[in-house]
C-alpha cells in the first residue's frame, strides 16, 4: 500500500496535473484566439467599463439571483470557497506545490481547513440533494452534474477521514490512496468537463463584448422570457 501511495504522491501526481495544466492552457488559448481574432474588430469600441462591472457582479451573484433558485445558487456560490482554498492552502498540499512548482504559498490552520472542508461536504450533500429531489433543478441536471459532484466530493470526505484517525473506520493507508486517486482523477476531468470554469469564469461572463449587448440589455431579455426578478 505504501509503494501505491508514494507512486500517486510522486508520477501520477505529476502527470494528472500536467495533463490538468496543458488542458486548461489549450482552452483558455483558444478563449484568447476567439476574443482577440475573431472579435478583434469588436475590442476597440466595446462598453469595457460596463463589462467589466457586470463581470465583476458574478463573484458575489447577488442581483443575478432568479426566484425559485436562490437556496441552491446560494450553496453553489459558497460550495466553491472551499473547493478554492482547501486544495490549494492547506498545508499538506502546500508541500505538494512547492515539490512541484516551487510556489512558496501561506497555509491555512488545520482548524480552519477541517471546517472548510465539511462546510463543503454538506454543501456538496445539499446540492445533490435538491438535484434530486427539488423538481426544478432535478429538470436542469444532467448525469454528469451529479457525477461531477460526487467525485468532487470522493477526495474531500476521504482527506478528511485520513487526517482524522478516530473517524475513520477504515485504515489511513486505504483513505489517503482513495484521496490522491480521486483528487488526480479530478485532475484529469477538470479541462474537459464544466469544472474548466474555473479558468473559463471570466470569458463566461463577458456576454456583452461576445454578443455586443447594450447595458442591461441581458437583464431586459431575462425579464422578457422569464418574469421580473430574472438576471442573466
Request: hydrophobic residues 55%.
Amino acid at each position: 500500500m505504501e509503494a501505491w501511495i508514494d507512486f500517486a504522491k510522486g508520477p501520477l501526481f505529476a502527470v494528472t496535473f500536467l495533463i490538468m495544466i496543458l488542458g486548461l492552457a489549450r482552452l483558455l488559448i483558444i478563449q484568447l484566439y476567439n476574443l482577440i481574432i475573431s472579435k478583434g474588430g469588436r475590442l476597440k469600441n466595446a462598453p469595457w467599463k460596463s463589462i467589466l462591472k457586470d463581470a465583476a457582479t458574478w463573484f458575489f451573484p447577488v442581483k443575478h439571483l432568479i426566484k425559485g433558485t436562490v437556496i441552491f445558487s446560494a450553496f453553489s456560490f459558497l460550495f466553491h470557497i472551499g473547493v478554492i482554498i482547501v486544495p490549494v492552502f492547506l498545508a499538506d498540499h502546500i508541500v505538494l506545490w512547492e515539490n512541484f512548482l516551487g510556489a512558496n504559498l501561506p497555509a491555512i490552520g488545520q482548524g480552519l481547513a477541517d471546517f472548510l472542508t465539511l462546510f463543503t461536504i454538506g454543501c456538496i450533500l445539499v446540492l445533490l440533494f435538491m438535484r434530486i429531489f427539488v423538481r426544478r433543478q432535478r429538470a436542469m441536471s444532467k448525469p454528469m452534474d451529479y457525477f461531477l459532484l460526487v467525485m468532487v466530493l470522493f477526495p474531500f470526505l476521504s482527506g478528511y477521514l485520513a487526517s482524522h484517525p478516530g473517524s475513520n473506520p477504515f485504515t489511513w493507508e486505504s483513505m489517503m490512496l482513495v484521496h490522491l486517486l480521486s483528487a488526480e482523477f479530478l485532475f484529469v476531468l477538470i479541462p474537459f468537463t464544466k469544472l474548466a470554469h474555473i479558468v473559463l469564469y471570466f470569458f463566461d461572463r463577458i456576454s456583452g463584448l461576445h454578443w455586443q449587448l447594450r447595458p442591461g440589455a441581458g437583464d431586459r431579455v431575462a425579464k422578457a422570457l422569464f418574469d421580473e426578478e430574472a438576471r442573466v
